[in-house]
């Protein structure tokens, strides 16, 4: 394919001829590709609505008090310093002109000479929109903290309630999704109850509390081998934590879950079942697209008919050359992210674009403390082997020096004292909204 016509209306103060990358999303696959473009003549702009890169995998811990906010994130602005070729803008996406290649945001119009989507997807409520408020689901710093609230919230609410029915609702944690979150959600929030808060409470019992983990599948983990869907069930349930399979939730209140064959009433429900692609990614035109809304990529990981777009990460979806479906993990939009940038430089120097090959480098999920499930190709580890190896990779993967040492004393910290040091309720309750509607509005 020959060198595309580059494109000099370059929105910028200096009238750089260097050909312009825009890169969209400052997340796992955004990050790559402007890391790989370092030491190229080519002039970056990177662009995202928050001002840091967050290490997704490690936010269930700060949902659950194990983890401050400030230890999983870095700001993109530090990260890119001494990238010359690179400018950080924190702004938000909300239109393409990929007829005239210009990306609409909020404070200005940017035209690019290539433009990487790698904006990735959201929580998803199958249609059901409404559940949001009462069942946040996790992705971003400030829904982590949210659900933080909820439930150290739901800790004090029990403290204070008038009558037992009044604390078992408050003592009752719903956890909507039975994928990697969901279980390392419930096992935290069961070991947090048993462990952590036991003897902080004068009034009520927290080893009482109960963790449902509901999934409307067979098994939990579906990604895993099935041997270790099983072990991750036998050990959730050894920790107390009553897992639901085969039973979709119908509808989400103030008060509790319904499922298709029982309910259950809870003051705190949280949602890591699903997620749809970022809705901005529908302004992109008539692209095939999947259930989720994720954008059918060319196999170089181009959109059709568009030849200087690329999407990367969570947003794309795509099989690899074996037919297997490149699944939405961090190691897999890192790739993309990369392959994006390297086609971008092969397009320029005048060479044939390639398809992206994914190198599969396995998958892990805790279950509490001191388990875990790991499965590299057909090699599987499971308990406190696999355990050790997630915290392992976690801490090597994890963005900045400051920010492992931090999570590795938080750590270390928490296994030998059982104690969780991120345990403050930054934002108080405000009324029945998002409470059970059996307690008081105060
Ligand atoms: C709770 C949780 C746990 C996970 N655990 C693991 C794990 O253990 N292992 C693993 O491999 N993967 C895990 N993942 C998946 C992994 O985090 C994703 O696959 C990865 O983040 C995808 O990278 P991305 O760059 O496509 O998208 P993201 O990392 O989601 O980045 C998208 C970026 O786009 C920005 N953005 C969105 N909309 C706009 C807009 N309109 N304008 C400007 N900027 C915008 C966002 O702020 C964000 O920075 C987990 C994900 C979650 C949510």
Known sequence: MPALHLNKQVSSKDSSSLPHVVILGGGFAGLAAGKALAKYPVKITLIDK????????LLYQVATAGLSAADIAQPLRHI?????????????????????????????????????????????????????RFA????????????????????????????SGETSLWLTFVVVGGGPTGVELAGAIAELAQHVMAKDFRHIDSTKAQVHLIEAGPRLLSAFPKSQSTYAYKRLSKMGVKVHLNEPVTNVSADGVTLSQSSISSGTILWAAGVEANSVANNLGDIPRDRAGRLEVNPDLRIPNFENVFVAG?????????????????PAATQMGRHAAKQIIRDIAGR???PFIY?????????????????????????????????????????????????????????????????????????????PSATSSN
């Open 80 to 132: 890119f310093s001494g990238q010359s070729n690179l400018t950080t803008l924190m702004d938000e996406v909300i239109d393409f002109d990929l007829n005239t290649s210009k990306v609409n945001l909020v404070t200005q119009s940017l035209y690019y000479d290539y433009l990487v989507v790698a904006l990735g997807v959201t929580t998803g409520y199958f249609g059901n929109q409404s559940w949001i």
């Open 314 to 330: 969570d947003l794309a979806k795509l099989s690899d050359h074996k037919g297997k479906q490149v699944p939405c993990l961090a």
């Open 50 to 57: 928050e001002n840091h890169h967050l290490f997704q995998p």
């Open 352 to 354: 044939s674009l390639q």
């Open 359 to 435: 190198f599969d480098k396995g998958n892990m999920a805790t279950i509490g403390r001191s388990s875990a499930v790991a499965n590299f190709r057909n090699i599987t580890i499971n308990g406190y082997f696999a355990w050790l190896a997630w915290l392992a990779v976690h801490l090597v993967f994890l963005m900045g020096m400051r920010n492992r040492i931090s999570v590795f004393l938080n750590w270390a910290w928490s296994y030998l004292a059982w104690r969780q040091g991120a345990r403050i309720i930054t934002k108080k309750l405000i009324g029945r909204s998002d409470g």
């Open 136 to 163: 946040p689901g996790l992705k971003t710093l400030d829904e982590a903290t949210e659900l933080r609230r909820r439930v150290l919230t739901a800790f004090e609410r029990a403290e204070l309630a008038k009558d």
